[in-house]
């Protein structure tokens, strides 16, 4: 019998699936179902490749009550910009939850990772942070930086933000681009520390393999989220910060024990009990703690799940079906 697949590239699915409150959401009603303990999620497979400066993930999880469930392949090849060529790419399977046909296949280069990335900043922040922010400080000026202020612009929205980066010219150059974009004023901040003084949400979206943010700046009601850890040798913030936070919360504990902030807390003896950490998904539920009060300390650290994948790859079909977007080939 003949079955019709989705074809779908990065041009299209750009057009058709923004970073959005209804991306937003989505990622959030996800996490909400990988609280019920029904959502079938293996670790994540990992592949180092050292000697050609590489790396390959594979997400997926199959969700209960949605259609489909994504097979999720990120190759970071990160010689490439020597070739004239990024250095992430990748795609996205949708397979079909009741046959186990394929029902799309999104060559999105990444994309799709990079929104439902964004949008998790976005649920940490709306459950974590406090309810007025004035200032959201990011570290970083690469795609993620960009994506997680305006994400949670979105659900906090801000007078001023701050950017901090490695390259002070990338720093301002992305600061005026999101003036121009979010229409509030955002400027480069060359001291980190100041950074997070004037903030009261602080996202690190860098590769960063030793750690950017210090515990001696920490101060009352600040939320971190921590998204760039995700693989074993990277680490953000000073360990000792998750054990200072009031609040500490993960997207996946048995993962951010792998990959996160969590692992580097743990091994340096900083944080001797994990149990001391929720998950998103539960804070989002109800049945994990968040902030208490306006005083508290919250860290998010998220590495990244197959769940997110699986519901931004089944918003994109619903989105191109509607649209009458891609190609439709016949298998």
């Known amino acids: 019998m003949a079955h019709d697949i989705k074809l779908v590239t990065e041009t299209e699915l750009r057009r058709v699936v923004p970073l959005d409150l209804e991306a937003i959401d989505c990622i959030e009603t996800a996490f909400a179902k990988l609280a019920t303990g029904k959502v ?23 969700v209960p009550g949605l259609d489909g469930f994504a097979l999720k392949v990120s ?26 046909l394929v029902d799309a296949v999104f060559l999105d280069n990444g994309y799709l990772t990079d929104v439902r990335t964004a949008a998790a900043g976005a649920v940490a922040a709306r459950h974590l ?3 007025t922010v004035s200032t959201i400080g990011v570290l970083g000026t690469g795609v993620q930086a960009k994506l997680q202020l305006i994400a949670t612009a979105k659900v906090r929205p801000a007078r001023n933000a701050l950017i901090w980066g490695r390259d002070a010219g990338k720093a301002e150059q992305l600061a005026d681009e999101m003036t121009a974009l979010l229409g509030i004023e955002v400027k480069a901040c060359a ?4 950074l997070v003084a004037q903030s009261q949400v602080v996202i690190t979206t860098t590769p960063s393999k030793e750690p950017i943010l210090d515990a001696d700046w920490l101060h009352e009601g600040l939320h971190i989220t921590a998204m760039g850890s995700d693989q074993e040798d990277k680490n953000e913030l000073h360990p ?78 619903g989105k191109v079906r509607r649209t009458n977007a891609g190609t439709t080939v016949t298998a």
């Open 40 to 62: 079938v999620m293996p670790p994540v497979m990992s592949m180092a490749l050292p000697d050609i400066n590489a790396e390959v993930d594979v997400k997926t999880a199959f």
């Open 75 to 100: 190759p970071g090849f990160f010689n490439n910009p020597s070739l004239g060529l990024p250095s992430l790419n990748g795609l996205m399977v949708l397979l079909s939850a009741r046959t186990g």
């Open 129 to 131: 942070a406090p309810a």
């Open 191 to 194: 001291d980190r520390a100041d």
């Open 240 to 317: 000792s910060i998750l054990a200072r936070a009031d609040v500490l919360v993960c997207d996946r504990i048995s993962q951010c024990e792998l990959l996160g902030e969590l692992r580097s807390a743990l091994e340096t003896g900083a944080l001797e009990d994990k149990n001391r950490a929720a998950e998103l998904g539960n804070v989002i539920a109800g049945t994990g703690n968040g902030r208490q009060s306006e005083d508290d300390i919250t860290v998010c650290d998220l590495t990244g799940t197959g769940v997110q994948d699986t519901a931004i790859a089944t918003l994109a079909l």
